[in-house]
């Protein structure tokens, strides 16, 4: 099968199943350090979060396979956020998905470069699924700046995960 996109656009993608399982193994560090801090509903986020990057990275692949490209998987760098407090831990998160977002939208103006259109079609919804990454790590974020104390925090995260069952 001849493959649909260029080489240049193949090691991009490439590049963003890395940086998705990447983020896959960074959000289970994060949710480890929370479930040992005792904060349970921090961790039940992150170990879904988790779980959803993992899903993307593989969205990823099988889009890559689908279009005759080459899968290449690289390996995935040590979690390296500071996971010493929640403060720390929900700035590294957001932090994270900020550098996402730029990815995406790099492989955006590459499609739009190559006029990819199927590719350009394919990244639309990690263009919509950034905004709300983002968002909902920026709430986290300035949540935990306002909240008294991380019952709070734990409180409202719990809310939170039951109301997007």
């Not at 992150?46 to 889009?63: D, G, I, M, P, W």
């Not at 709430?139 to 700046?145: N, R």
Request: glycine fraction near 2%.
């Amino acid at each position: 099968m001849a493959t649909m996109i260029s080489a240049a656009m193949n090691a991009k993608l490439n590049k963003q199943v890395t940086a998705e399982f990447s983020a896959s193994h960074e959000y289970m560090a994060m949710a480890c350090a929370f479930d040992a801090m005792g904060l349970k509903a921090l961790a039940q986020f992150f170990y879904r979060q988790s779980a959803e990057e993992r899903e993307h990275a593989t969205k990823l692949l099988k889009y890559i396979l689908e279009v005759g490209a080459t899968v290449a998987l690289e390996a995935i760098p040590k979690p390296a956020a500071d996971l010493t407090s929640a403060k720390t831990i929900l700035k590294a998160a957001l932090d994270a998905e900020i550098k996402v977002t730029k990815m995406i939208n790099d492989l955006v103006a590459l499609a739009d470069k190559e006029k990819d259109y199927a590719t350009r079609s394919f990244l639309q919804w990690y263009v919509d699924e950034q905004v709300e990454e983002v968002s909902s790590m920026g709430d986290l974020v300035q949540f935990e700046a306002m909240s008294k104390d991380l019952f709070h925090l734990e409180t409202r995260v719990r809310h939170q995960m039951q109301a997007t069952k």
